[in-house]
């Protein structure tokens, strides 16, 4: 089986689920299935052609069998992605905005896409787009009429950020911040500074590296960087600074910025909680490095295309859901605290599952977590065997045994139903875990009614993306 030399590929996929018509499949390696295994579903939804490991070719060849659809031989079917979409984001003179850090990486590139749109035609990758595998598939979006591109560069195996560089090539890189998640993959601490430093240290001598200069290592990446440096945050020696924060609980937060050779404003940003503050000064060094003016960054700022990462929902017994579902780890769960304290309702409730890939970290995360707690919330449910260190650290700090429940892994469908019972009108629950522990099931068991977004929700304003040869 052959295509014509002419033949144009509607989409390029890596999920035999997301197959359509005229598909190009690369079959990637995975830790729990390899892509080559579905290439009979790929080839039933209608996929030209798949990109195939050589040696897997030569071992089906020698069978005596034909693989049921045309295919491409790659010795690594990863590293052909990574360098179709190098090729490709080669051919478009882009400006390209890299993004990373522990925390605050989908809401700082989605505020960044937002302002940057009031100028420029902007692409931005989807948030689960972002990762070794994910973000080649970003690129491949990339068209003419593309004037810049933000891309979120998630962190996972050493040398991920290094690989996402080299295929990018960025000439602005942003570092939000540098915790303990992924600890246990990377194996310190110090290795992980090392490889969210590879970010800026494979910027451009004429590029510019948006540090958070508040986190002593994200500043101290500076002299990894041969590129502009910006720093942004709270303290008095950032170039772009914010003071006089105020929370106005789900309305968003009020400050004070101020940027050099300008007047100090006041600006009314819809964003969550005062962690939200570092976000909208990330996204404003952006801006200010391609140029734009202050009324364009204002605008971006308040405006109401401005996407949230946490949503508001109706609970059962007239109970609002704070749906921090996407992720977990110390210092945003932490960080989620901060804003169930600053809201005004009769109880306070955090529902937490464990925090993953900590690593060396594990109980000292999860029992900061736990003493925090105890003087934030005033009930605390946890999930996960990881959490239960969470639920004896609250209670070692002095909260009450009756108002702290621990549930095992096997017992969500308990948990849901105890909260439901539990909740009464007026209460602000907060429901956050990492990935892996499937949150959003909770959230979606304990809804009043089907999902409907309030006004702190964010509106969908995420590009589409366009593969070469047509649109996926």
């Known amino acids: ?101 522990s925390v605050g990486k989908t809401s700082t590139k989605e505020l960044i896409a937002t302002i940057l749109s009031r ?14 595998t994910g973000m080649p598939l970003a690129l491949l979006g990339l068209t003419p009429d593309v004037q810049v591109a933000v891309v979120e560069m998630g962190l996972y195996d050493p040398g991920d950020i290094a690989t996402m560089v080299r295929i990018a090539r960025p000439q602005i890189g942003v570092v939000t911040n540098v915790g303990v998640s992924h600890a246990e993959r990377l194996g310190s601490q110090e290795a992980l500074i090392a490889n969210k430093g590879d970010l800026v240290g494979g910027l451009p001598s004429d590029g510019y590296a948006i540090l958070n200069g508040d986190d002593v290592n994200v500043r101290g990446m500076r002299s990894r960087t041969t590129a502009r440096v910006i720093t942004y945050g709270l303290n008095d020696d950032n170039d ?23 007047r100090a404003v006041r600006v009314r940003l819809p964003l969550l909680g005062r962690h939200s503050v570092h976000t909208a000064l990330a996204a404003t060094g ?49 960080a989620a605290f901060n804003l169930l304290e600053e809201l005004d309702a ?20 999860h029992t900061h977590v736990g003493q925090r707690a ?36 096997d017992r969500k469908e308990a948990l849901a139903t105890q909260l439901r019972a539990d909740l009464r009108p007026g209460d602000v629950v907060l429901i956050k875990g990492s990935r892996g522990m499937h949150m959003e099931e909770l959230v979606d068991a304990l809804r009043a009614e089907p999902v409907t977004e309030t006004d702190v929700a964010s509106t969908d304003t995420a590009s589409t993306t366009t593969q070469p040869g047509g649109s996926s």
């Open 1 to 101: 089986m052959a295509l014509p030399p002419d033949f144009l590929f509607r989409s390029i996929v890596i999920d035999s689920r997301q197959v359509t018509k005229d598909s190009l499949f690369f079959a990637l390696p995975g830790t729990i299935t390899d892509g080559h295994a579905f290439l009979g579903q790929a080839a039933e939804r209608g996929a030209a052609c798949a990109v195939v490991r050589a040696d897997w070719f030569a071992d089906v060849i020698a069978a005596g069998k034909v693989p049921p659809l045309p295919v491409i031989t790659a010795p690594e079917t990863l590293t052909a992605l990574q360098d179709l979409a190098a090729w490709w984001r080669s051919l478009f003179p882009v400006s390209l905005v890299g993004v990373t850090g």
């Open 119 to 132: 100028r420029f035609r902007v692409l931005r990758n989807p948030g689960n787009l972002n990762a070794i």
């Open 286 to 334: 952006v801006a200010r490095a391609l140029g734009l003016a202050l009324p364009d960054i204002l605008a971006g700022l308040e405006g109401e295309q401005t996407q949230l990462r946490l949503y508001t929902v109706p609970g059962p017994n007239g109970a609002m859901l704070i749906d921090d579902t996407y992720n977990s780890s110390p210092q945003s769960t932490l």
């Open 240 to 262: 772009i600074r914010a003071s006089d924060v105020e929370s106005e609980g789900l309305s968003g937060i009020v400050f004070r910025l101020m940027l050099p050779g300008e």
């Open 374 to 409: 105890a003087v934030v919330v005033d009930r605390l449910y946890t999930f996960g065997s990881r959490s239960a260190i969470t639920a004896e650290a609250a209670i070692m700090a002095g909260m009450p045994n009756e108002r702290v429940f621990a549930f095992l892994p």
């Open 346 to 365: 009769p109880r306070r409730i955090a529902v937490l599952a464990d925090m993953l890939e900590l690593g060396v970290y594990e109980v000292e995360g």
